[in-house]
């Protein structure tokens, strides 16, 4: 299995832990989250079933007690002190069909640890139905007092995960013994895959395919190692019958109850790329400044589409919210907009290119400040991030990447997506210069300022050059 180290680590311990485990495994569609859990345990589960899309609650119930036929279990004849779900076979409502996987359990009649895997569990909980208090009574009445139950919940729906485990109010509030945030793949991971599958990339390709697919396990699939790059993403991202052409759309719809809602936030932060205030949100989408928006940037956060960022030197009502997403931003500047099968081969050395892949790059960098820290030999030392942005009078700077030390030293990061060597001219170095010195007099940072270049080949030796302190180039980013 590639990558996943930790989280096999961590799921592993906690099967081990002779303690009731709540385990939530959550994060953005495609990410791999159900891989992770049946690779770590060789779909070896004491009962397992996977809620279905858009099915009713009496289907949905119905393939819930055929699953547990499955794996065992059979209604007993009626009898006083039976449960109701013993005695029929049918179960009328949810409180039976969690009564039905306790007697699943209890015939077990084993201290051995039972490794219970419910998948898609949002899309169980149909309107007006009785799942969460039915789920509540099951873990809060019964399955949390025996120590040989680890039961692991999954699933994409972020607004559902959100609000009825993590904020939920009643029964199941601060009941999941551990969260699991599945993140798409580092570029390391994406270059352990690669090998895995024998695709040849040079350094530069994996680069940018981490800018287009983002490290997403789901789309790197996709990729066919006879073609290169630039005919793999028009095979999978253009053309009518192209797999990933209406991903986008679908991904929305599926996360998200409403999401035409979310594709307005969104939609909004790409038009202005460096990040938008909360209030500047609200100004700019149909339903307002409330409680809304707050729960749809925070489940954009959670499931990793876009960032909030404090600016350096301010306050923490002048954070910046910012789209961050590699696939969501390639498929607004480009899928969208194109008919053409054979768009990104004739495209790849253009000005619209360039103009994308510098901030596409950035996000790569903002995904990467581990390794950056590490290529820097500072990864020991404690670090808050930031972004910083002067707007208005006469001169305006921007600086993309802020890394402030507990060692008082504060790394400047300018990054820089070229072909070749970067170098720095006249014109470039009065540039930092300047950006430096406005960065100086704005903030007033006590600490010592280095100005560090993140570039793809490096920093080319010149007469300019000196006014670099440190340097990362691809090479580290992806083998520190």
């Known amino acids: 299995m590639t990558g996943r180290k930790e989280e096999q680590r961590l799921l592993h311990e906690l099967s081990r832990s002779g303690e009731s485990e709540l385990v939530v495994v959550y994060g953005r569609r495609r ?30 119930r119905a393939e819930f007690m055929k699953a ?24 009328d409502n949810w409180f039976d069909a969690f009564g039905a996987l306790r007697s699943l359990i209890t015939r077990a009649s084993t201290k051995e640890r039972l ?71 580092t570029l390391s991971e994406c270059v352990e895959y690669f090998a895995s599958k024998g695709i040849a990339m040079n350094t530069q390709d994996i680069i940018e395919s981490y800018m287009i697919f983002g490290g997403i396990p789901y789309y790197l699939r996709m990729i066919e190692k006879r073609y290169s790059l630039a005919i793999n993403v028009d095979q999978i991202c253009f053309g009518e019958k192209a797999p990933l052409r209406f991903e986008y759309e679908r991904l929305m719809d599926t996360l998200f109850g409403n999401s035409e809602k979310y ?44 960032r909030k960022y404090k600016p350096f030197g301010k306050k923490v009502n002048s954070a910046l919210y910012r789209l961050t997403d590699p696939f969501i931003l390639f ?48 990864s020991g030392i404690h670090t808050e991030i930031y972004s910083w942005c002067k707007r208005g009078g006469e001169k305006g700077a921007q600086i993309d990447l802020i890394i402030d ?27 930092l210069r ?35 302190q440190s340097e990362v180039n691809m090479d580290e980013l992806i083998n520190s």
């Open 31 to 60: 990410v791999g989250k159900t891989f992770l859990v049946r690779e770590t345990f060789e779909n070896n589960f004491f009962f397992s079933y996977t809620g279905i899309a858009n099915c009713s609650a009496k289907q949905q």
């Open 115 to 185: 490794v219970i895997f419910i998948d898609e569990m949002p899309w169980m909980d149909n309107k007006k139905s009785d799942f969460v208090p039915a789920f509540e009574h099951f873990w809060n009445g019964w399955a949390s007092g025996q120590k040989n139950i680890m039961l692991i919940i999954c699933g994409s729906a972020a607004s559902w995960i959100t609000k009825k485990i993590f904020r939920n109010k009643g029964g199941l509030y601060n009941r999941a013994t551990r969260q699991i945030a599945l993140k798409p793949f």
């Open 405 to 431: 030390r507990a060692d008082r030293v504060i790394n400047v990061c300018e990054i820089k997506f070229v072909k070749g060597p970067f170098e720095i001219d006249r014109a470039y170095d009065a540039t």
């Open 68 to 91: 547990l036929r499955e794996y065992g279990w059979t209604p007993e004849k009626r009898s006083s002190d039976a449960p109701k779900s013993d005695k029929t076979d049918a179960l």
């Open 434 to 468: 300047e950006k430096i010195e406005i960065f100086r007099n704005e903030v007033k940072p006590k600490q010592a300022i280095h100005l560090t270049m993140i570039t793809t080949y490096g920093i080319k030796p010149g007469k300019y050059a000196g006014i670099v």
């Open 331 to 378: 498929h607004l500047a480009f899928i969208r907009n194109t008919e053409s099968e054979n768009y990104w081969s004739s495209y790849i050395d253009n000005a619209g290119h360039r103009a994308w892949s510098g901030y596409a790059f950035e996000q790569v960098c903002f995904s990467h400040v581990n390794e950056i820290k590490k290529a820097l030999g500072i």
């Open 263 to 306: 594709l307005q936030v969104l939609e909004v932060l790409y038009t202005e790329k460096k990040g938008l205030m909360r209030e500047t949100i609200a100004g700019m989408i149909d339903f307002g400044n409330g409680g809304n928006l707050t729960r749809i940037l925070y489940e954009l956060i959670e499931c990793g589409f876009i």
